[in-house]
């Protein structure tokens, strides 16, 4: 089966400090890609990142980190030095077979306060 | 970069009444869009994949009856939910895949419309 988890619901943190957000997925594909996006309270989702399944390497950029390990199945987002409009609900989410499904993961909020 | 609209963005209709979104790929041609919904403070969910020129394909769960898609050109998707009751109350976003073949920013990576919010009274 196919499953995204992010098992933090909801996640609080002040302003500078760094967040991880992290996911953990299921398939039995062995080509596939994973995805984070970021959904700010408007309601639209903003693509992240794409990182397909034989490339494991870390990318990052700017304050956005992505640590893919695909012995655990995890693709974790790490945000350094965070701020206020990094407030929103990040979502996770898994294309795999043919046709573009996405599978999304239940969320994480993420609130910074000043 | 690659971008898609919906249209509109909310809307408030009554109980009975039937609802029409439209979803446009503006700079892009896609055979292939998909609609989801989401409940408030829900994942999304995939309702069902849009083909252009042939029938949409449902998720399980998913009435077909109920919520029409009619993909009528390579840049158009739009989603009808017929009969509409409180319990269709939701967020619907459509995305399409931009191709492989494209030059466009983001290739092969869904683009998501901005949402439309509808609410049935």
């Known amino acids: ?3 995204v988890t992010q098992a933090q619901t909801e996640i609080s943190v002040v302003e500078k400090e760094d967040v991880t957000l992290d996911c953990v997925y299921e398939t039995r594909d062995t080509t596939y890609y994973l995805f984070w996006y970021k959904q700010p309270p408007s309601g639209e989702l903003v693509f992240l990142i794409r ?3 034989f490339d494991e390497q870390n990318e990052i950029s700017g304050r956005y980190s992505w ?4 012995s655990t199945s995890s693709f974790n987002f790490t945000i350094t030095a965070s701020q206020v409009v990094d407030s929103a609900v990040y979502f996770c989410a898994l294309h795999y077979n043919q046709g573009g499904k996405l599978i999304f ?5 993420l609130s910074v306060k000043p | 970069g690659a971008v898609v609209s919906q249209h509109p963005s909310w809307v408030i209709c009554k109980s009975g009444t039937s609802v029409k979104i439209e979803c446009r790929s503006l700079d892009f041609q ?3 869009m998909f609609w989801y919904r989401q409940f408030p403070k829900q994942s999304l969910m995939l309702m069902a994949t849009s083909n252009e020129g042939s029938k949409a394909t449902y998720e399980q769960g998913v009435e077909k009856d109920k919520f029409l898609i009619n993909h009528a050109s ?3 998707s739009t989603l009808t939910v017929t009969s509409a009751h409180p319990e269709d109350s939701s967020f619907y976003i459509c995305s399409a895949r931009v191709g492989s073949g494209t030059r466009l920013p983001g290739a092969n990576v869904l683009t998501f419309g901005a ?3 509808l ?3």
Do not use: I, W
């Not at chain 1, 640590?67 to 695909?70: G, M, V, Y």
């Not at chain 1, 993961?105 to 909020?109: I, K």
């Open chain 1, 1 to 3: 089966a196919q499953k």
């Open chain 1, 105 to 109: 993961g239940q969320g994480t909020e």
């Open chain 2, 119 to 121: 609410t049935v009274l």
């Open chain 1, 67 to 70: 640590n893919f390990q695909k």
């Open chain 1, 51 to 53: 990182r397909n399944s």
């Open chain 2, 30 to 32: 896609a055979t292939t």
């Open chain 2, 74 to 76: 390579l840049t158009l």
């Open chain 2, 115 to 117: 949402g439309s919010r």
